[in-house]
């Protein structure tokens, strides 16, 4: 049985390896979107395996919890699949244009999705009876999740 110090921080590094694997993700986008238009339609198809990768990732993790918005973290997660996919085969054929405007929405939904995943995750794995403390959930948020990024 783990000790209660180390189920304390069970939380927290749950929701650090979540961050950190959308961190790598939007790193990726950001380095695609710095490359010449060939190479970008060329590698845009490993970008969204790359997201298909992490987000399963982030499921299973979530799932293992018994995370209980699970299904609706899916239905969102499809939404975002469903639009890469489209924009696929047109990126591909050389529709570079395309390719940075589904990567600048990706970067900007991903930094959303990561924001309220931490939230949610952080108050779903507490133990039953725990309280989030003075400024309750709110105030646990803006302790533990870096602030938004936005697009310049």
């Known amino acids: 049985m783990p000790s209660s110090r180390a189920s304390a921080h069970r939380p927290r590094a749950i929701?650090?390896?979540?961050?950190?694997?959308r961190k790598m993700l939007c790193r990726r986008i950001a380095a695609l979107a710095a490359v010449p238009d060939d190479v970008l339609c060329r590698?845009?198809?490993?970008l969204a395996a790359a997201v298909e990768a992490t987000f399963r990732h982030e499921e299973s993790i979530m799932e293992a919890l018994?995370?209980?918005?699970?299904?609706?973290?899916?239905?969102?997660?499809?939404?975002?699949?469903?639009?890469?996919h489209h924009a696929l085969p047109d990126v591909e054929r050389g529709d570079?244009?395309?390719?940075?405007?589904?990567?600048?929405a990706l970067d900007e939904v991903l930094a959303l999705h990561r924001l309220s995943d931490e939230l949610a995750l952080t108050v779903a794995a507490r133990p039953a009876g725990a309280r989030a403390?003075?400024?309750?959930?709110?105030?646990?948020?803006?302790?533990?999740i870096p602030p938004a990024r936005h697009a310049a």
């Open 96 to 104: 570079h244009a395309l390719g940075r405007q589904v990567l600048t």
């Open 133 to 144: 403390g003075p400024g309750g959930a709110r105030h646990a948020a803006r302790r533990h």
């Open 43 to 46: 590698d845009f198809a490993a």
């Open 15 to 21: 929701c650090a390896a979540l961050r950190h694997g």
């Open 66 to 84: 018994g995370y209980a918005h699970l299904h609706e973290h899916r239905e969102e997660n499809a939404v975002v699949l469903a639009g890469l």
